[in-house]
């Protein structure tokens, strides 16, 4: 019996800090002329990625509207982007407009304050949407090198309530490396 493959992934959701925590740094800051969060929306869509779900939580709406202009007026910036603001987690509305992003492709999972190169996560997605955990609906999980880094995942649709694991306590349990 064949497993199938998981199809190309073409969204990624992105975690932001909460408003406590570094956002305005990974927002506002210009290292080498790009903030810390285009530079990352950017480095993913290099590798074939062509839908951005941003999820942060009580962040300040013009912080929001200044971040996503600066994006979509990037000529370097051609894919879908779409934010969700939440205070308290995800409610109906939210899993309203993320089940239809994710599709039946699956979706990669990160924290905003990675930084990392193209090659690294266009590897992992080749291994992971290439390998026997998409045939049983597995987590797959990137673990960067320094150890202390945020964790990336690879989520089946299926399995896209994990979203709100996720919200909630920065980790999913349960992955396969």
């Known amino acids: 019996m064949t497993r199938k493959k998981m199809a190309s992934t073409k969204l990624a959701v992105v975690e932001l800090p909460s408003p406590s925590r570094e956002w305005s740094f990974l927002l506002r800051k210009d290292i080498a002329g790009l903030n810390l969060f285009k530079r990352l929306i950017l480095t993913l869509q290099k590798t074939g990625l062509e839908k951005f779900l941003i999820l942060s939580r009580n962040l300040p709406e013009h912080e929001r509207c200044k971040a996503e202009n600066d994006l979509k007026n990037d000529n370097r910036f ?3 982007l779409h934010w969700l603001d939440k205070h308290d987690g995800l409610d109906g509305e939210g899993w309203n407009k993320i089940e239809p992003l994710a599709g ?3 979706f990669l999972l990160l924290r905003g304050n990675i930084v990392t190169s193209w090659e690294v ?3 992992f997605l ?3 949407e290439q390998s026997d955990l998409s045939g049983q609906e597995e987590i797959a999980r990137l673990s960067l090198s320094n150890g202390n880094s945020p964790d990336i995942y690879l989520v089946p649709s ?4 994990t979203l709100e694991e996720f919200f909630e306590n920065r ?3 349960n992955s396969m490396e």
């Open 121 to 123: 996560i266009k590897d």
């Open 78 to 80: 051609k894919s879908q």
């Open 171 to 173: 980790v999913i349990q």
């Open 126 to 128: 080749t291994s992971a």
């Open 158 to 161: 299926s399995r896209i309530k």
């Open 104 to 106: 039946n492709t699956g």
